[in-house]
Structure formats: structure tokens, C-alpha cells
């Protein structure tokens, strides 16, 4: 695991978040909008969004019918403008419009999981979090680095604990982003290019063809 961890550390030497942010709530308000959408996806309405509703205090007092035509692109538009709206009204209300910096406040604002969480703390805190999305599933059951690689529907929570109890703390958010960096660059859902993937010699899943 640390050998191959080491060649994701060569290929993704810098890595960061994909979402463009500036302050922890416009990395909260991006994530929660990132669900079921590309980041690419999000970074084009966000601009507009931070713009219209620059604090917790605007975002509580939005017309959902105005946030929705912002965010309309990324999808399920409907229920992502409750959340952002239930969002601002909870950090005015309970954190003097503030995001909080723990996994559990964090979590009991609406529309945040444990995932989300994650990335607001290792991105905008600094605090270790460790986000397990769809890449990070797809490549740590790969490579088998964890014991339920083959569970059709595996528990992030479970993921979540058994690969950072190999790694570091200071470890973990990094370690996130090289996995989703790897599942978007190479090791893809449907056709993996094992062909030019460096951890192909010591992957259990890879497919190499033969070069003629």
C-alpha cells in the first residue's frame, strides 16, 4: 500500500481541490452543490452564486425560485436550493454565520455528510479529513487496500477509517485527492488504462494488453 502510495505522491505531487473556492463557506456551499454533478460542473455557477450570496445571512434569506435558476445546471436543483437556504439559516442561527470546524457540528447542518465534511476540514481547516467518494471507492477496492474491496455496496465510514488507520493524520486529506486524481486520470469506471497506469505491476484488477 505505501509503495504504491508513493507512486500516486510522483504523479500528483501538488494535489488540491478541484473546486474553486476562497473561504470555508464557498468550499461548503461548492461541495454540497458537487453531489451527483462534475466540479467542473459547479465551478461554472459558482461565481455567480458567491457573488449573489456572499454570506450565511444571504443565502438564509435567498428567494429559492433565484437560486435555483443559478444552480439550475448542476442538478437537483430543487433540493440542493433547500439545503443551501437550511444552510445559511443554521450558521446564523447556531454559529454566528460561521462554519464550524468539527465533523460533528458539521455534519448537523443540512444537506452535509460525512463526506463533505471531510473536505471542508482538510480543505479550508487544515483539520485531517478524509473524503471517500466514487473514485476513492472504486480505486482502494482495486488495489485492495481495504477488506471489503469486493462488497457491491461498501460503507464509506468503514473505508473511511480502515485506510487512514494506515496513514499519517497530516496524511489523510492528500491521500483523498490522489485517489480521485488517479480514478479520473486512469483508473476510470469503465475502461481503466491499466496500460499506463505506474501501480499496474502490483494492482490485483489490472487488465495490461500486450504491446506488439
Excluded at 170 to 183: A, Q
Aim: glycine fraction near 6%; hydrophobic fraction near 35%.
Amino acid at each position: 500500500m505505501h509503495e504504491e502510495y508513493a507512486k500516486l505522491c510522483l504523479m500528483y505531487p501538488a494535489p488540491r481541490s478541484a473546486l474553486n473556492f476562497s473561504t470555508p463557506l464557498q468550499l461548503l456551499v461548492a461541495t454540497v452543490l458537487s453531489a451527483q454533478t462534475t466540479d467542473v460542473r459547479v465551478n461554472m455557477v459558482t461565481p455567480e452564486l458567491f457573488d449573489t450570496y456572499p454570506t450565511a445571512a444571504d443565502l438564509a434569506r435567498a428567494n429559492p425560485t433565484e437560486l435555483e435558476d443559478i444552480i439550475h445546471s448542476t442538478g437537483f436543483y430543487h433540493a440542493k436550493a433547500r439545503h443551501l437556504i437550511g444552510l445559511g439559516s443554521a450558521l446564523e442561527q447556531r454559529f454566528g454565520g460561521e462554519v464550524p470546524r468539527t465533523m460533528q457540528e458539521l455534519t448537523s447542518l443540512p444537506g452535509v455528510g460525512r463526506k463533505t465534511a471531510n473536505v471542508v476540514l482538510g480543505n479550508a481547516f487544515g483539520i485531517p479529513g478524509f473524503p471517500v467518494d466514487t473514485h476513492v471507492i472504486r480505486v482502494s477496492g482495486r488495489l485492495r487496500w481495504r477488506t471489503d474491496w469486493h462488497a457491491p455496496h461498501p460503507d464509506p465510514a468503514h473505508i473511511e477509517k480502515e485506510i487512514t488507520a494506515c496513514f499519517p493524520p497530516e496524511e489523510w486529506t492528500d491521500l483523498s485527492h490522489r485517489l480521485i486524481l488517479h480514478g479520473r486520470d486512469i483508473c476510470h469506471a469503465r475502461k481503466p488504462e491499466c496500460n499506463r497506469c505506474p501501480l499496474a505491476e502490483s494492482c490485483p484488477s489490472a487488465e495490461i494488453t500486450p504491446t506488439r
